[in-house]
C-alpha cells in the first residue's frame, strides 16, 4: 500500500494478524486491482466504484487473516448510482457468494460530521515507495497490506472554492475529504499553501494512497471514515507544493477520500435491501435458528417505530449491543456493537447478528440484543433500555 515517509520495510507500517486489520482486503476485477473492507454484516465490501468502470471480467476478495490466505468469489457489484467520471460518489459495495473469514474484521461506518481536522489510519494493498521517490513497486509486485497516517485537512469542495479553474474537476460539496503528504516542511505543505490548512504531518508515520489502494479504508476510532478514491497534484504560478513534476504520491501531492458519513443512507440502505431471508413482519421473526456446520449465518433483530414523524426528514436512531447469555460472542456468535438509523419512508430495519457454524455436539444456547439510547424518539415512560433473545439449536447430534 501507499507512498510512506520511510522504506515500506519499517515496522510501523506492518499490518500483523489480530491488530484489527483483517478486514482490509485486496478486491481484483478485470485484470486490475484495489482495496476494500469487510462491512459490519459480514457478508459485503465497501470499495471505490472506479474499480469497475469500463472493465469487465469476474470479480474476487482476498482476505489475509490469522487463519491464512483465502479467495472469496463474487456474488454482486453494486456501484453507487451518482458515480461519475469526476470521481464524485465513487463508492461501490461488493457482496460475497459465501460468508467472510470468521477471524476478518468487521467494521462500522463512521457517522459523524467531525472528520476535518483529525488525524486516521489509512490501510491498503497498493504500490509502495517513499515520499521522496514517490511509488516505485509495479503492479505485479507482491501485494503488501501496509498501513499509515494522516489527517483530513479540508472538504475537497473548499479546494475547489478558493482554485477555481486551477482544479478540472468539481467535487460534490460535502462529499469528500482530503489530505495531503507532508514532509515537515513548509515547502512542501501543499494544502498550509494553497488552502491555509497548515500542518507538517505525522513525522514518520505519514503516508500517502498510490495505485492499488483505490477503494481502501480511513479509518477514525476503528470505523470507516474514508474510501480512497484519486490522487493529483496542484499548484499555481507562485505555489508549487511537489517535490517531482510526476503525478506519483510524493511528497506535496494531495488525495481524496470519498466521505463516508455522508452516504450512511445509501450503504445502510444497501445492505439491508440485500440481506437473505431477512424477516419483514414480526410473524416472519424467527427466535430460534440453526447453528449450522460452517461459516457463518445470520440471525436477525427487527426494529419497528410505530409512531408519527412530526418532521417527514426526521431520522430515528437507536444504539445496539449483544450480551453473551449461554452463547458467547466470537465462539457460537459474533458480537456487534452499533447504531441503526430509522431514515425518512423507513420505519422499520433488521438487525443481523451472524451465528457461527461448527460440527460440535452440544446444548441449545442463546445470547441477548440489547437496543437503547433512542434518538429523535422514545421507548415509552421510563423505559431506557429493549431487550430480545435468540436461541442457537444444535444441529450436531445428540449432547450428553
Known amino acids: 500500500m501507499v507512498t510512506t515517509t520511510a522504506y515500506y520495510t519499517d515496522s510501523r507500517y506492518r499490518t500483523n494478524p489480530d491488530e ?11 485484470g486490475y486491482y484495489g482495496t476494500g473492507a469487510l462491512l459490519f454484516s459480514g457478508h459485503a465490501i465497501l470499495t471505490a466504484a472506479h474499480l469497475f468502470a469500463s472493465r469487465s471480467g469476474s470479480a474476487s476478495v482476498m482476505f489475509e487473516t490469522s487463519s491464512g490466505t483465502q479467495t472469496s468469489s463474487v456474488a454482486k457489484i453494486l456501484q453507487h448510482p451518482g458515480y461519475d467520471a469526476g470521481s464524485n460518489n465513487d463508492l461501490a459495495i461488493v457482496w460475497l457468494a459465501g460468508s467472510a473469514p470468521q477471524a476478518a474484521t468487521r467494521y462500522d461506518i463512521y457517522r459523524f460530521n467531525d472528520e ?4 486516521f489510519t489509512l490501510v491498503g494493498y497498493g504500490q509502495t515507495g517513499t515520499g521522496n521517490t514517490g511509488a516505485t513497486s509495479t503492479g505485479t509486485s507482491s501485494p503488501i497490506r501496509l498501513k499509515a497516517t494522516n489527517a483530513f485537512d479540508a472538504d475537497t469542495a473548499t479546494l475547489k472554492s478558493v482554485l477555481s479553474s486551477g482544479m478540472t474537476w468539481s467535487p460534490l460539496a460535502g462529499t469528500q475529504l482530503v489530505a495531503d503528504f507532508d514532509n515537515g516542511t513548509t515547502a512542501h505543505d501543499a494544502l498550509g499553501r494553497l488552502l491555509y490548512r497548515n500542518g507538517l504531518g505525522q513525522g514518520l508515520d505519514e503516508g500517502l494512497i498510490a495505485p492499488g489502494d483505490s477503494g481502501g479504508p480511513a479509518f477514525l476510532n476503528g470505523d470507516i471514515a474514508g474510501v480512497a478514491s484519486y490522487t493529483t497534484s496542484l499548484s499555481t504560478s507562485s505555489v508549487a507544493p511537489d517535490i517531482d513534476t510526476s503525478l506519483n504520491s510524493s511528497f ?4 481524496a477520500w470519498q466521505r463516508v458519513s455522508a452516504y450512511q443512507q445509501w450503504i445502510d440502505q444497501s445492505l439491508r435491501a440485500n440481506y ?16 449450522g456446520n460452517g461459516g457463518t449465518s445470520y440471525a436477525y433483530f427487527l426494529l419497528q417505530f410505530t409512531g408519527v414523524r412530526s418532521d ?17 460472542g466470537g465462539n457460537d456468535y459474533l458480537s456487534v456493537t452499533s447504531t441503526l438509523k430509522l431514515y425518512p419512508n423507513e420505519n422499520q430495519a433488521v438487525i443481523p447478528v451472524e451465528i457461527i457454524g461448527d460440527a460440535i455436539p452440544e446444548h441449545n444456547e442463546f445470547f441477548y440484543l440489547d437496543v437503547f439510547n433512542p ?7 421510563g423505559v431506557v433500555k429493549l431487550t430480545a ?12
Open 20 to 30: 484489527g486489520f483483517d478486514g482490509v482486503v485486496r478486491v481484483s476485477y478485470g
Open 116 to 119: 476535518v481536522g483529525q488525524p
Open 252 to 255: 506535496g501531492e494531495i488525495a
Open 276 to 291: 437473505p431471508n431477512a424477516p419483514t413482519k414480526p410473524d416472519d421473526v424467527k427466535r430460534e435458528v440453526s447453528e
Open 312 to 328: 417527514p426528514n426526521q431520522v430515528y436512531s437507536v444504539d445496539y449491543a449483544t450480551r453473551d447469555g449461554t452463547a458467547f
Open 375 to 381: 434518538v429523535g424518539g422514545s421507548f415509552g415512560e
Open 389 to 400: 433473545v435468540r436461541t442457537i439449536l444444535n444441529d450436531d447430534g445428540f449432547f450428553g
